[in-house]
């Protein structure tokens, strides 16, 4: 009976880039939600479980306070908070439970296009929503330059002329392009993470969060698995188990002939065209990778 037991405070972005993915994560470990647009907090329907919607900037001191139990944040945003409440002297501590494998970005110095890449820092402004990131690593480098403070527009800061270079994050590098800007130097790689608050939890939460950690981690284990099934000539079968990245595959006889078997097997890679095309000059036919959706 979930509703007996102490709930577990899970914090998330609102809306925004780790908003899908995390609910689709959350779904796949068989957490439903109702979400009404309007409400802060959304409970699960199985499980003791509830979410709090809020702009992903809030997510480290929710946790790192207490307020929260578990968070899924970038690790960019994660980092600055701690350096920022570190200078503070706010509780700055969290658990790191498993990085996520979505919200892949950098956080990049980039500056004009036409301006020399390896052209000097010092003396520049660079305009930057990540201050305290942006100032770590320009220690780090021996770098004197002064960040300049913008929550957003970053990349027109340039243009502007409020600052010479800027610090922003990049996944594909489009808009950088598209302001007439380059990437000069990756300062900082982030996904997105699973943390908790620091301290124990409760005996029952911390039973559901062992729940949740272990089904998380069978989605993870399915998103890299592969299913592989193949025709094999009967002769080749040990060359053919071989190019397999798969421990023991299973052998099956087939109905209409005793010259091929059937091999079945579950690898934790993928197959490469290279090995299916070895594969196939072994004699082997009818050659499948399939996703895995669930594994325990
Ligand atoms: P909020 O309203 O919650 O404060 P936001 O505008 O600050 O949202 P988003 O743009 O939705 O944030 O990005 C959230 C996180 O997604 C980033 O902090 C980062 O970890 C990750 N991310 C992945 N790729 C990118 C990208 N190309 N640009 C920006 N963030 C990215
Ligand atoms: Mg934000």
Redesign the pocket.
Known sequence: DSGRLPRLKIAMQKS?RLSDDTLKLLRACGVRFNLHEARLMAHAEDWPLDLLRV???DIPGLVMDGAADLGVVGEN?LEEARLEREVAGSPAEYRLLRPLDFGHCRLSIAGRAEEDRAAPLDGKRIATSYPYLLRSWLKREGIQATPVMLTGSVEVAPRAGLADAICDLVSTGGTLEANGLREREVIFRSQAQLIARPGALDAGQQATLERLLRRLDGVQQARESKYIMLHAPVGRLEEVTALLPAAHPTVLRLGHTDAEVAVHAVSTENLFWETMEDLRELGCSNILVLPIEKML
Do not use: A, E, L, Q
Request: proline fraction near 0%; glycine fraction near 20%; charged fraction near 60%.
């Open positions: 925004g702009r992903d900037d945003v």
